[in-house]
Structures are given as C-alpha cells and as structure tokens.
C-alpha cells in the first residue's frame, strides 16, 4: 500500500524558512518521479516542483523558482522541499504527489502558515 506522509510544516515569518519531508513507502521509491503540491485556503491544488528519480533534474513553478529547492534520497525514501524567503502567499497545505500506474496518490499534507 502506498503511504506518503509529509512533516515539518508550522508557523513562519515572512521572509523565513522552512524545510518540508515526505516519507514514503509501499512502492520502490527509486523509479518514481516525485513531486510537491500546495492548497492556498479558498484555492485549487497547484503543482510546484517535481524532481525525477535519480534527482538528476527539478522543475518549479515560477512562483517559487529560486526559493524553493526539490530534494530526494532514494536510500531512506524521502523527498524534501527547502523553502526560503517565505511570503504571506506561500501559506497553504503541502502535499507531496506520487503518479503510479496513473493513480494519484497523496499524504495528509502539512500546514505552512506565512504571518507575522
């Protein structure tokens, strides 16, 4: 069964950082294309990142290009999402994405909230 769960969301000033985790497992982590979403209160689910399965290459929306920065490590099944200068905007429920045999497939989410 696959279980992804995402960690490390919180409260954080504008202008802060904050570092996102998702474990997975249940399926092999290595031959899978990873990716992170967010849902802004009021809003759609919004694609932001992708990573490829050796992390050889990372995609961004442009929204958070040069702030946020995909990561994976395929010995411990986790893929993270670095997020630097954080804005108001940035506030959303954080989910990361697996597509498998064309099912999508997500955690719980993780709540990051931008206030000061």
């Known amino acids: 069964e696959v279980q992804l769960v995402e960690s490390g969301g919180g409260l954080v000033q504008p202008g802060g950082s904050l570092r996102l985790s998702c474990a997975a497992s249940?399926?092999?982590?290595?031959?899978?294309?990873m990716s992170w979403v967010r849902q802004a209160p009021g809003k759609g689910l919004e694609w932001i990142a992708y990573i490829t399965t050796s992390g050889a290459s990372t995609g961004y929306v442009d929204s958070v290009k040069g702030r946020f920065t995909i990561s994976r490590d395929n010995a411990k099944n986790t893929v993270d999402l670095q997020m630097n200068s954080l804005e108001p905007e940035d506030t959303a429920v954080y989910y990361c994405n697996l597509v498998k045999s064309g099912v999508n497939y997500w955690g719980s989410g993780t709540l990051v909230t931008v206030s000061s």
């Open positions: 249940g399926f092999t982590f290595s031959k899978y294309v």
